[in-house]
C-alpha cells in the first residue's frame, strides 16, 4: 500500500483534508474504537473507527470518517447524513474517489447547543453497496456560563481587502448579565465595537472583528470574553494572500492514473466575499475530461467541488482548460493528467527478485498472480533460466475475478557467479513475466553479450565528491557478443545522479563509455539504481554518492573532523586523523599539538613524521571524557609543509568532537509502561527539587511495581525516590482523562562534592513488578542539571574550557524585562567577536545587538542585552550561542528560565472536565488539539512511546496545533505517541490533560 496524493486546506482548529489518501501500518488503533478486522466486517467500504464520541456543548467537533477500498478497481463513493441537525457532511467529503487498497478520511462536522445525546445516520454507496454507520454524540453541559461561536476553520483574506469575522457570544444560563471583550496579537486584527456586551437570557449577540493586510502571511489573534470570573478565548487565524484566482483554488491541477480506470478530478472553489455568487463553468481540451451538466452553472455560498470526470483507454498525457465566470471576471485552471499503460488482464509481483547470497546458500521466493479483470482467466506458469532455479507448478490454473495465486521459485545454491530466470504466466493472448537475479560470491561474472568495467565492485558504483561539487566516472561497456549490440540504461535515481546516455549502439569487439555524474550540490549522499539491458543480458549497478570526508590542502587529504561519539567516562578511546599524500613529493607534519580548551583530549605521540608519495598516514588522538558531557571546543593543528601550495608551509586545523556518558548502553522499554518529566529538572548546588514523574500503563493489564533500583549515575546519592512502594498502574485508558497513570515523586539534590554547575548529572533508575505481575522493567532516566545563579554584577568567562557549558539563572526575569550579561574574554590574546544568536527566539530575544566585528582586548568584556518573551509555567533552558574569530572560538551558553522558587512547578491538579481532542486521529500530518478550557500560560508535550520528548510548544487559547514535526523541524515516525497538555487556565487553576495519538507513515 503507498500514499496516492494529498491535498488538504487547515481550518482553524482540525484540518480539512482535500482529498486525503492515507496509509495506516498495521491495525488501526484508535482511543475511541476499535476496528473490526477486515473479512469479518459487516461493511464494505466503511472502517468503524469512531461511531460513538463526546464533546462540550458550543464546542465544535469534527468527526473523521474512514473509508477503505479493498477491492481491485478505483470506485466513486457519494456519502450523505441524516438525522440531528447538529451534524453535517463536510463539503470535501460528499463524493470521494478511492484508488484500489487505500484509505481515506471524510470529515462530519457537529455542534450542538445544548447538553444531550444526539445521532445521525451516515451512509455511503457506490450505486450498487450501500453502507451506514450510526453516529451518537454525548454532549455536556457547557463548561461555563457563556462560549464562543467563533468560525471555527481559517480564513483567507485578500490583501488590502478589509474582513470582517463574526463571532458569536451565546449565553447558557437563564439569567441576564454582562460580559468584556478583550483582543491580542497580530496588529492586522481590531476591534471597535462594545467593551462590554451585553446578553439577554439565553440569548446571544455577534461581534465583529475587523482584519486587515497589506502584505501575505498567516496572522493570528486571540479574542478573549470574560465575566469576571469565567473566561474563554478563540483563537482566530487569518491567510492573507495575494491571489490570482477569484474562486479557484489551485491546490492541484496534475494527476496521475491508468488505461481504462475512471478518475475524478477534485478542483475546488471557493468564495470569500460573504455574498453567494452565480458562476458558469466550461471546460474545453481532450474528450477524456467530461464535466456534469449539472456543474455548468453554481451558485457558490462559501466552498464546492467541481467533480471532473475522466477515462482514457490509451496511455499519453492529456490536458483540459477549465474556465469559471460571473460574468465579468474570469478564471481558467490547466488540468493535466499523465495516463500510464495499464497492467492488462493480470499481473506478476513484484517484477523482479534480487538475491546476494554466499556460495551454496538456498533460498525460496514467493510470487503473486493477480487476476485485474472482470472474468476469470485460465493462466499457464512456466519457468525459464539457469537450472538452479525450480518450481513445482499443476498448470493450467484458474483465477476467479479479483482473485490472486501464489507460487514458490527455489534456488538450489551454486557456486559463485550471477544467476537469472524468468517465471512468465500466460492467457494464450497475453504475458507477463517477472524476473529472478541472484548474485552468489563477492564477484560481478562477465555478462555473455557484453562486459562492465568502473570503477567498482560487485555491483557497487561508489562516488565521492566534496560538498557543493560534483564528480563524474566511466562506465565502460564493451560488447563480447560477436554481432552489433544495442544497450538500453535506465537510471532510478534521486537527482543525484545523471547519465551522458541512455542508450549505446556497439559493434562487435568494440566498447562505448558512459558517463555517469554525482553532483553533489547540497552536501551529503545520493543513491541510485542503473539498469542495463542489451540483447538478453540485463545488468544492475547500485550507484552509491558521498560527501568527501576530508579537505584537500593542494594534495594533501586532511579529515573533515573527528567524531568520538559516546564514551563512558570510565572509558578512554584512541582513534587516528587521517592525513593522505596524494602529491609526488614528501610532506614533512610539525607542530602536532591540540589548542588546550579540553583536558579531556590527548596526543600520546606530537613527535614530527613525513608522508611520503601515495603514503597515508595518522595523528592520534586520545579521548577520556572526565563528566557527563557534550566536548565542541577542542581543536587539533598541525604544520606542514607541501610545495604546491602557496606558501609552502601552512597550518591545518581539524575539530574534535565527543561526548561523555555513564553506563553506556541502550535500554529498552520492555512492557507496557512509558513516563516523561517535565523539562529538565535542575536545582542549585547544595539545594534541591522535587520533580513530579507521570507513569502511564498503556497495557491491558494491571501493572504493580514493587522494586525501585538505582543502575548508575546515583553513586553519590544526589537523587531519591520519595514515592513509597509498591503501587499499581491501571491499564489507561485514552478516553478518560488522567487515567492509568501514577505520580512518582523524584528529589534531586546535588552538591558541591558531587556536581559541577552546567553539567549534567543523569542517572537511571530502574523499576521492577513482582514475579506474579505482569512482567515489567523500566528504566528511567533523569537528566539534572546543577546551577549558580549569575552573581549580581559580575561577569561570564566568554570561552569556557573543558566542555562546561555556563548556566546563566534568569529564572528571576519578568515578562518584557531587560537583564544585561557581561562576558569577559579569558584569553591571554586578543579576539573578535563575529557575531551571536539565541537558538531559539520562543523565551528571549536580542536588544540592541553589536556591531559585529568587535574586536576584544585580554580582560575586556561585552555587554548583552535580552527582552524576556515570555515566562514558561516550568524550568525550562534557552542557548545563547557566541561566535568567536576562528572556528574553535564558539561558546554556547543556558540561559535557564522559568519559575523563580523551584525548577519544576508542582504537580498540575488532576481536574476530570479539563480534556483535549486531537483531530484527525489517526493523523498523517499536522494535529489539531482542541481544549474545553482555555489556558493563559502552558506548555504541549508530545512523547514517544519510550518515554522521550519528540517536541514541545506554548499551549495559550483553547485551540492548538501540531505540525507533526520533531523539534528538529523533521517528520515524527509513524507509531503511538502521548500529547501532555498542561498549564493554567484562565480562573488560575493548573490543570493538565494526556491523550494518545496514532501517527501514520
Known amino acids: 500500500m503507498a500514499i496516492a496524493s494529498e491535498q488538504f486546506k487547515s481550518q482553524g482548529d482540525v484540518m480539512i483534508f482535500r482529498k486525503p489518501i492515507v496509509l495506516i501500518a498495521g491495525v488501526l488503533l484508535l482511543a475511541a474504537a476499535t476496528a473490526t478486522a477486515q473479512g469479518g466486517s459487516p461493511y464494505n467500504f ?4 469512531i461511531s460513538t464520541f463526546d464533546a462540550d456543548a458550543g464546542i465544535p467537533v469534527q468527526i473523521p470518517l474512514f473509508i477503505e477500498n479493498q477491492g481491485a478497481a478505483a470506485v466513486t463513493l457519494e456519502i450523505a447524513i441524516s438525522g440531528a441537525p447538529e451534524y453535517s457532511l463536510d463539503s470535501l467529503s460528499q463524493v470521494i474517489h478511492i484508488q484500489p487498497n487505500m484509505i481515506d478520511v471524510g470529515l462530519v462536522h457537529f455542534l450542538a447547543m445544548s447538553a444531550g445525546t444526539y445521532t445521525a445516520l451516515l451512509t455511503v ?4 453497496l450501500t453502507d451506514s454507520l450510526v453516529l451518537t454524540g454525548r454532549v455536556s453541559p457547557p463548561a461555563g456560563p457563556f462560549f464562543l461561536l467563533p468560525p471555527y476553520h481559517d480564513l483567507i483574506s485578500d490583501i488590502g481587502t478589509q474582513l470582517k469575522i463574526p463571532v458569536t457570544i ?5 439569567n441576564a448579565y454582562s460580559v468584556t471583550v478583550g483582543l491580542s496579537g497580530d496588529s492586522e486584527f481590531s476591534y471597535s465595537g462594545a467593551q462590554t456586551v451585553s446578553l439577554a437570557a439565553n440569548g446571544e449577540e455577534t461581534i465583529y472583528i475587523d482584519f486587515f493586510s497589506t502584505t501575505e502571511g498567516f496572522f493570528s489573534s486571540n479574542l478573549t470574553v470574560t465575566d469576571g470570573s469565567y473566561s474563554m478565548t478563540a483563537l482566530m487565524n487569518v491567510q492573507a494572500v495575494d491571489r490570482i484566482y477569484n474562486w479557484i483554488v489551485p491546490f492541484e491541477d496534475e494527476f496521475i492514473t491508468m488505461e481504462g480506470e475512471q478518475q475524478t478530478l477534485p478542483i475546488f472553489l471557493e468564495n470569500t466575499s460573504g455574498t453567494p455568487v452565480t458562476l458558469s463553468i466550461n471546460l474545453t481540451g481532450d474528450n477524456a475530461f467530461d464535466l456534469d451538466p449539472a456543474y455548468s452553472q453554481l451558485t457558490l455560498v462559501q466552498s464546492a467541488t467541481v467533480p471532473i470526470s475522466f477515462l482514457s483507454q490509451i496511455a499519453g498525457t492529456f490536458t483540459a482548460l477549465l474556465t469559471v465566470t460571473d460574468g465579468s471576471a474570469v478564471d481558467s485552471l490547466l488540468i493535466t493528467v499523465h495516463v500510464q499503460p495499464g497492467p492488462g488482464d493480470f499481473v506478476i509481483t513484484p517484477e523482479h527478485y534480487e538475491f546476494r547470497v554466499q556460495e551454496q546458500t538456498p533460498f525460496t521466493c514467493e510470487f503473486t498472480v493477480l ?3 472482470s472474468s476469470t482467466q485460465n493462466l499457464t506458469l512456466s519457468l525459464s533460466g539457469d537450472p538452479q532455479f525450480s518450481m513445482q507448478q499443476n498448470n493450467p490454473i ?9 507460487t514458490q521459485v527455489q534456488f538450489q545454491g551454486a557456486t559463485e557467479g550471477w544467476y537469472s530466470a524468468t517465471l512468465t504466466a500466460t492467457n494464450g493472448v497475453e504475458t507477463d513475466s517477472a524476473m529472478i537475479i541472484a548474485h552468489v560470491g563477492d564477484t560481478h561474472v562477465p555478462g555473455t553479450l557484453y562486459t562492465l568495467q568502473y570503477d567498482g565492485k560487485d555491483f557497487f558504483f561508489p562516488f565521492e565528491a566534496a560538498a557543493g561539487a560534483s564528480v563524474t566516472k566511466d562506465l565502460i561497456i564493451t560488447n563480447v557478443s560477436g554481432q552489433q549490440l544495442v544497450v538500453d540504461l535506465s537510471l532510478r535515481s534521486d537527482s543525484s545522479f545523471s547519465l551522458s546516455a541512455s542508450t549505446v549502439t556497439i ?10 555524474t554525482f553532483d553533489n550540490s547540497y552536501g551529503g549522499i545520493g543513491e541510485g539504481f542503473l539498469i542495463l539491458e542489451g540483447g538478453s543480458q540485463v545488468e544492475h549497478l547500485f550507484l552509491a554518492g558521498f560527501t568527501t570526508p576530508w579537505k584537500d590542502f593542494n594534495g594533501l587529504l586532511v579529515m573533515n573532523e573527528l567524531d568520538f561519539g559516546m564514551v563512558d567516562t570510565s572509558m578512554q578511546v584512541c582513534l587516528d586523523v587521517v592525513l593522505e599524500n596524494t602529491t609526488q613529493n614528501s610532506i614533512p607534519i610539525s607542530n602536532i599539538q591540540l589548542s588546550g580548551f579540553s583536558s579531556d583530549f590527548t596526543l600520546p605521540n606530537t613527535s614530527n613524521f613525513s608522508i611520503n608519495p601515495g603514503e597515508t598516514k595518522g595523528i592520534t588522538v586520545c579521548f577520556k571524557p572526565s563528566v557527563v558531557s557534550m566536548v565542541m571546543n577542542e581543536v587539533l593543528t598541525f604544520s606542514f609543509t607541501n610545495p604546491a601550495s602557496n606558501p609552502n608551509t601552512q597550518t591545518a586545523s581539524v575539530n574534535l568532537t565527543g561526548r561523555g556518558g555513564r553506563g553506556i548502553g541502550t535500554k529498552f522499554d520492555s512492557c507496557g509502561i512509558v513516563g516523561w518529566y517535565v523539562n529538565t529538572i535542575s536545582a542549585p548546588i547544595d539545594g534541591s527539587t522535587d520533580a513530579s514523574i507521570e507513569l502511564y500503563n498503556i497495557s491491558n493489564q494491571s501493572i504493580t511495581l514493587g522494586n525501585a533500583y538505582w543502575e548508575d549515575g546515583n553513586q553519590d546519592g544526589i537523587y531519591s525516590l520519595l514515592t513509597q512502594l509498591p503501587i499499581t498502574i491501571q491499564p489507561h485508558n485514552p478516553t478518560v482523562p488522567s487515567s492509568g497513570k501514577q505520580v512518582v515523586q523524584i528529589r534531586y539534590a546535588p552538591t558541591a562534592q558531587s556536581s559541577t554547575p552546567g553539567v549534567e548529572d543523569v ?17 528511567l532516566t533523569l537528566v539534572g542539571i546543577p546551577t549558580n545563579p549569575a552573581p549580581a ?13 555556563p548556566t546563566v539563572d534568569l529564572r528571576s526575569a519578568a515578562n518584557n524585562g531587560i537583564q544585561e550579561l557581561q562576558f569577559k574574554n579569558n584569553l591571554d590574546v586578543a579576539v573578535t567577536i563575529s557575531g551571536y544568536e539565541l537558538a531559539s527566539d520562543e523565551r528571549f530575544e536580542i536588544v540592541d545587538p553589536l556591531d559585529a566585528p568587535t574586536k576584544l582586548q585580554s580582560g575586556e568584556t561585552i555587554a548583552v542585552k535580552l527582552r524576556t518573551k515570555r515566562v514558561p509555567l516550568n524550568t525550562s533552558t534557552d542557548a545563547l550561542i557566541m561566535h568567536g574569530s576562528h572556528e574553535h572560538l564558539h561558546s554556547r551558553f543556558q540561559l535557564l528560565s522559568g519559575s523563580a522558587t523551584t525548577a519544576i512547578d508542582g504537580q498540575p491538579a488532576s481536574v476530570e472536565n479539563f480534556a483535549c481532542t486531537l483531530s484527525p486521529n489517526p493523523a498523517r500530518n499536522t494535529v489539531a488539539i482542541t481544549l474545553n478550557q482555555a489556558l493563559t500560560t502552558g506548555r504541549v508535550q508530545v512523547i514517544d512511546n519510550l518515554g522521550r520528548l519528540v517536541t514541545e510548544f506554548d499551549a495559550q487559547g483553547n485551540a492548538l496545533r501540531w505540525d507533526g514535526n520533531t523539534s528538529s523541524g523533521v517528520p515524527a515516525g509513524a507509531g503511538i505517541y502521548h500529547l501532555r497538555i498542561s498549564g493554567t487556565t484562565t480562573n488560575g487553576l493548573m490543570v493538565s490533560d494526556t491523550h494518545r495519538l496514532v501517527k501514520t507513515q
Open 170 to 174: 451565546r449565553n447558557a444560563t437563564p
Open 507 to 516: 559493434d562487435s569487439a568494440s566498447s562505448a563509455t558512459v558517463q555517469v
Open 125 to 128: 454507496t457506490d450505486g450498487t
Open 371 to 373: 487476476n485485474m479483470s
Open 793 to 805: 554584577g559580575g561577569t561570564i568567562v566568554l570561552f569556557p574550557k573543558d566542555g562546561n557549558v
Open 763 to 779: 542517572a537511571t533508575l530502574r523499576l521492577e513488578a513482582s514475579a506474579s505481575q505482569y512482567p515489567t522493567q523500566f528504566w
Open 398 to 406: 484458474s483465477l476467479a475475478p479479483r482473485d490472486a495465486y501464489t
Open 46 to 49: 466503511i472502517r468503524p473507527v
